[in-house]
T-cell receptor
Framework: SQTIHQWPATLVQPVGSPLSLECTVE??????LYWYRQAAGRGLQLLFY??????ISSEVPQNLSASRPQDRQFILSSKKLLLSDSGFYLC????????????FGPGTRLTVT | GDSVTQMEGPVTLSEEAFLTINCTYT??????LFWYVQYPGEGLQLLLK?????DKGSNKGFEATYRKETTSFHLEKGSVQVSDSAVYFC?????????????FGQGTTLQVKP
């Protein structure tokens, strides 16, 4: 069976500090991968998606970036965090054909102080 | 572009009440439709899905039928429990591309009181 991991689970960072969130998927190969942000009490905002190694598409302009150095690894980064980057970050994966349901990780709660 | 609209929340029900959360969509082509559930502090879990018109998805007592004529996918449960309290998201897949991107509704909070 497939599993998806995210770490860390929680993070408190000062404004201006760098960020690195990691997501890994087990039990499948060549998945589509996604990063979402969920602000408190709000819906989901798709930040990035990837259909293959080194292939990253950005959905919204911001000071975040994403990378996919390995088939089942997806990393979300920032060089300098802003207060507005606080939120709940979710990673998800889907197969590359069929009905495209996505499976989500447990999330990372980021607080920028 | 494609879009999903859910009923505004929060929805507050007593235990054993009947639940309906409305979801309508706009899409080109024939998307797959999904309901996800999010418990406090957790990621989203796939609750059920339907991939073509008139399909009924079901899981854990929840049901939703893909209605192409009304472009709807309403979530129902006959008797809710306190443990069903969560945020529910309706979503559709963008079948026009192979990216697997989903379009989500804004979410509906359900509170079930004992």
């Amino acid at each position: 069976s497939q599993t998806i991991h995210q770490w860390p689970a929680t993070l408190v960072q000062p404004v201006g500090s760098p960020l690195s969130l990691e997501c890994t998927v087990e039990g499948t190969s060549n998945p589509n991968l996604y990063w979402y942000r969920q602000a408190a009490g709000r819906g989901l905002q798709l930040l990035f998606y990837s259909v293959g190694i080194g292939q990253i598409s950005s959905e919204v302009p911001q000071n975040l970036s994403a990378s996919r150095p390995q088939d089942r690894q997806f990393i979300l980064s920032s060089k300098k965090l802003l207060l507005s980057d606080s939120g709940f970050y979710l990673c998800a994966w889907s197969r590359t054909s069929g009905s495209y349901e996505q499976y989500f990780g447990p999330g990372t709660r980021l607080t920028v102080t | 572009g494609d879009s999903v609209t859910q009923m505004e929340g929060p929805v507050t029900l007593s235990e054993e009440a009947f639940l309906t959360i409305n979801c309508t969509y706009t899409a080109t082509g024939y998307p797959s439709l999904f309901w996800y559930v999010q418990y406090p502090g957790e990621g989203l879990q796939l609750l059920l899905k339907a991939t073509k018109a008139d399909d009924k998805g079901s899981n854990k007592g929840f049901e939703a039928t893909y209605r192409k004529e009304t472009t709807s996918f309403h979530l129902e449960k006959g008797s809710v429990q306190v443990s069903d309290s969560a945020v529910y998201f309706c979503a559709l897949s963008e079948r026009a591309s192979n990216t697997g991107k989903l379009i989500f509704g804004q979410g509906t909070t359900l509170q079930v009181k004992p």
